[in-house]
């Protein structure tokens, strides 16, 4: 037993000298060199953010790595969970990875965090709360390109009755709500981001929906006027209330509107690009919270489907497959712009299902007709039209019973499957329908 211990120890000295040596053709056993450490960096469309990153369904969302690492080395959490590795899309070189963001709404901020296997040594970049952006169509007519931001938007009221059509500068705006103001008349708010056609018309008086528009697109509103019953909300003259942003043609004393001779009063009052455009420098408002989309080809959601009719409002359309486009018919009659001539062709046609109330006063005092309140704050059904396909979608905006001023961003919608919806380019026509009204 003696002797097998020393033997042991004998061979253990032996090699113990042989690895401390080098002999001939025989390199020294060294450590191996230190791992060297990889740096992570999240980055929004190429360009490095921390902290806070604002991103558009349109957005590219990733981490860039100064080293490779092995995709199973490597967990991107979200709200602190796992996500799935079919949502982390790895480049082949492996330093690079997008983060889908399918699943994500304007409505949920979301935090993003990375953790590597503890035997890589590894700099996380920190915690990013992510927060997208309401992102709304732009008209392929009105020069919004990539990179645009959203200020100031002039936001025109504009009369439907009979003796208003046919009406000028509807086929160049980008988005048109359309609502009843009284004696089942409807009334229209067109929203321009960009360009403003040279005639837009006739301005008529604004409605309890204006407030809504008017905050939530950061805009400025144009009308004729506004009963007495609505102007304490438009001028923030009640404790609830605050002002919106506004022009109204009595207190115009810059020449924003003009009024021409070939129509009667009160279906006479325009205004043009040239002096609507001014309040943007005028009457600038803050930046709008939202993202507007450049014109991009058109996405396939849906199914195929009848073009849409509002009974509601009296309108009817029809699809040309060859412009894709929905042609408007109002109470039985083709619905023109008299600026271009030319049947109104609409991209996408949305109907909105909203609650809605008695406001509490009488809009107009001849006839002695009631103000419509429509609650645009929360979310409801919708069916949105495009290309001869409907999604049968859920309008959000805000949350239910906000106050008009509390809110700062459009109306957005989802599908079926609850993904956020990209409208596609072009006139988008918005008809507000009271939920049995």
């Known amino acids: 037993m003696e002797l097998r211990r020393v033997v042991t120890l004998g061979i253990g000295l032996l090699l113990v000298v042989a690895c401390s040596k ?27 953010v921390t902290g806070t990153a604002l991103v558009t369904p349109r957005s590219h969302l990733g981490l860039n790595l100064t080293q490779p690492m092995r995709p199973d080395r490597l967990t991107v959490y979200l709200d602190g969970q796992p996500m799935s590795p079919d949502a982390l899309a790895w480049a082949p070189q492996r330093t690079s990875l997008e983060i889908s963001l399918a699943g994500l709404t304007p409505d949920h901020a979301v935090t993003l965090d990375v953790a590597a296997a503890s035997s890589a040594p590894f700099q996380d970049p920190g ?40 009406q000028s500068g509807f086929q160049d705006a980008d988005i048109v709500y359309e609502y ?19 005639q837009v018309g006739p301005v008529r008086s ?20 506004v009963s007495n019953g609505t102007s304490p909300w438009m001028f923030g003259a009640y404790p609830d209330s605050r002002l919106v942003p506004n022009l109204m043609e009595p207190y115009d004393h810059g020449g924003h509107f003009f009024r021409v001779g070939s129509r009667p009063v009160p279906h006479n009052l325009y205004t043009s690009g040239d002096r609507a455009g001014r309040l943007r420098s005028e009457s600038a408002q803050h930046d709008g919270d939202y993202a507007v ?51 109104l062709g609409v ?30 704050l929360g979310s409801g059904p919708a069916e949105v039209y495009s290309d001869g396909l409907v999604v049968h979608a859920t309008w959000h905006m805000g949350s239910a019973g906000q106050a008009y001023y ?25 008809h507000i329908a009271g939920n049995g009204q």
Not at 25 to 44: K, L
Not at 181 to 193: D, L
Not at 302 to 325: E, I, K, N
């Open 293 to 343: 989309d450049p014109p991009h080809d058109d996405g396939s959601a849906g199914q195929a489907a009848d073009p849409p009719s509002v009974p509601l409002h009296g309108v009817t359309y029809s699809y040309d497959p060859a412009s894709r486009l929905y042609l408007r018919t109002d109470h039985g009659q083709l619905f023109t712009d008299q600026s271009t001539g030319r049947q």
């Open 127 to 166: 915690p990013l709360q992510v927060r997208m952006l309401v992102t709304v169509p732009s008209n392929t007519s009105t020069g919004v390109g990539p990179g645009f931001k959203p200020r100031t938007p002039i936001e025109i009221v504009v009369e439907n009755s009979g003796p208003a059509r046919p």
């Open 180 to 198: 009843l103001s009284e004696y089942s008349i409807s009334r229209m708010t067109a929203i321009y981001f960009n360009k403003i056609p040279d």
């Open 406 to 430: 509390d809110n700062h961003t459009p109306v957005w919608f989802t599908d079926e499957a609850g993904k956020v919806m990209l409208l596609n380019s072009g006139l988008t026509w918005i």
């Open 22 to 48: 080098a002999g001939p053709g025989r390199p020294a056993h060294r450590p191996g060199p230190n791992p060297t450490s990889v740096d992570a960096q999240f980055v929004v469309d190429g360009q490095p």
């Open 206 to 225: 604004c409605r309890m929906i204006n407030p809504y528009l008017g905050y939530a697109y950061a805009g400025m509103t144009m009308c004729s006027g």
């Open 347 to 376: 991209k996408t046609v949305a109907v909105m299902h909203v609650p809605f109330h008695d406001a509490g006063w009488v809009e107009d005092e001849n006839g002695g007709a009631h103000s419509v309140w429509y609650d645009m």
